[in-house]
T-cell receptor, first 115, second 113 residues
């Protein structure tokens, strides 16, 4: 078990470009979460999946944000037409299918800088 | 809607002294409560949780936290601080049965040698 991995670790893009981030969860975990974290703040929930199903997406920041988990394994988060305000750390986490285990295991994050 | 307050941006403590990092919460119904730690250039790590049962919960690295329903608090404690405990600590809450936590803003713990 290598933990949650995220790629890339850093992304610099120009305003208006599209970016896509990848998250690979812990292999036996069926829940996968995306968060955004800005300086001086805690993680802000964006969306989560249980297997392939996206169960909550109303908190995605705008319609420029979308996420997929097509086969219930890895997930991607896409931001279209990036804006400078999108600059942040994007975190992925996963958790177990066992109902009593609500704790989440986080990846190292992808730091996005929009210039 | 749920919320978490971590009233101290920074806590300073001398090595060997006890430490407390404060957290209060607001949630409808019974809470699920969590503490996570973030070391520099590393992802958040789970420390401990309260779901149900004993109000005093023990977690990793000698940390513990006490759930106080009447005060809606879940303060993180350790009897004897280590310099290596220096990190950013986040409290989180979710409503019972929910998988979506709300995080506090974090408290920077600095342990001085």
């Amino acid at each position: 078990d290598t933990g949650v991995s995220q790629n890339p670790r850093h992304k610099i893009t120009k305003r208006g470009q599209n970016v896509t981030f990848r998250c690979d969860p812990i292999s036996e975990h069926n829940r996968l979460y995306w968060y955004r974290q800005t300086l001086g703040q805690g993680p802000e929930f964006l969306t989560y999946f249980q297997n392939e199903a996206q169960l909550e997406k109303s908190r995605l920041l705008s319609d420029r944000f979308s996420a997929e988990r097509p086969k219930g394994s890895f997930s991607t988060l896409e931001i279209q037409r990036t804006e400078q305000g999108d600059s942040a750390m994007y975190l992925c986490a996963s958790s177990s299918h066992r109902q009593v285990e609500h704790e989440q295991y986080f990846g190292p994050g992808t730091r996005l800088t929009v210039t | 809607a749920q919320s978490v307050a971590q009233p101290e941006d920074q806590v300073n403590v001398a090595e060997g002294n006890p430490l407390t990092v404060k957290c209060t919460y607001s949630v409808s119904g019974n809470p699920y409560l969590f503490w996570y730690v973030q070391y520099p250039n590393r992802g958040l790590q789970f420390l401990l949780k309260y779901i149900t049962g004993d109000n005093l919960v023990k977690g990793s690295y000698g940390f513990e936290a006490e759930f106080n329903k009447s005060q809606t608090s879940f303060h993180l404690k350790k009897p004897s601080a280590l310099v290596s405990d220096s990190a950013l600590y986040f409290c989180a809450v979710s409503p019972e049965g929910s998988y979506i936590p709300t995080f506090g803003r974090g408290t920077s713990l600095i342990v001085h040698p």
